[in-house]
């Protein structure tokens, strides 16, 4: 199985400053296809997960554009431009190149 | 506007047996792979299982040969048959449709299973 690791546990962030959360596969998720399959979601505080970014970098239907997706190969990186309160929640990559989905452990944004 | 709506979750005995159902709408059901994944508490995702729009199924090794997964195309809706349910089998059961493949894009809003005696 691949295992996707997400660094930090947990971050905390002023209001209207960037954020980065780091993901990596241990296998590189470039498919022949030229397409690569990482996704973000973002499940916030009692709530189901909802898809930020897809296929590494398009952002999902409805998803502000101060999210973004980056990376290749094997690191990932989901950048927020200027966090807002409606940011709070857990973080999670996950890859889709290959059965089982695996998904990273998480990460927790809290606001200051 | 998808939806997805599970149902069913509940508390049973280890060893135990329980369907849950997700019943879908705002799409063309029958033209998605329809996810299972689940959320022990206070613990991260784990996926479980997917339905191919052609019948295909694929199971997560921790639920392989205990679980399986269906679906009924005039109904619109998902199923998961559960049995020989396990202690480590408690979590939130979400089912997801699928954007391409079995990748998620839009999940429900979950149906707790809990397995204890």
């Known amino acids: 199985d691949i295992v996707m690791t997400q660094t930090p546990l947990s971050l905390s962030v002023t209001p209207g400053q960037p954020a980065s959360i780091s993901c990596k596969s241990s296998q590189s998720l470039l498919q022949t296809d030229g397409k690569t399959y990482l996704y973000w979601y973002l499940q916030k505080p009692g709530q189901s997960p909802q898809l930020l970014i897809y296929?590494?970098?398009s952002r999902f239907s409805g998803v502000p554009d101060r999210f973004s997706g980056s990376g290749s190969g094997t690191d990932f990186t989901l950048k927020i431009s200027r966090v807002e309160a409606e940011d709070v929640g857990v973080y999670y990559c996950m890859q889709g190149i290959r059965l089982p989905l695996t998904f990273g452990g998480g990460t927790k944004v809290e606001i200051k | 506007e998808v939806q997805l709506l599970e149902s069913g979750g509940d508390l049973v005995q280890p060893g135990g047996s329980l369907r849950v159902s997700c019943a879908a709408s705002?799409?063309?059901?029958?033209?998605?792979?329809m996810n299972w994944v689940r959320q022990a508490p206070g613990k991260g995702l784990e996926w479980v299982s997917v339905i191919t729009a052609a019948a295909n199924t694929y199971y997560a090794d921790s639920v392989k040969g205990r679980f399986s997964i269906s679906r009924d195309n005039s109904r619109n809706t998902l199923f998961l048959q559960m049995n020989n349910l396990r202690a480590e089998d408690t979590a939130v059961y979400y089912c997801?449709?699928?954007?391409?493949?079995?990748?998620?894009?839009?999940w429900g809003q979950g149906t707790l299973v809990t397995v204890s005696s």
């Open positions: 997801a449709k699928s954007i391409s493949g079995a990748r998620p894009d839009y």
């Open positions: 296929e590494l970098s």
């Open positions: 705002g799409f063309t059901f029958s033209t998605y792979d």
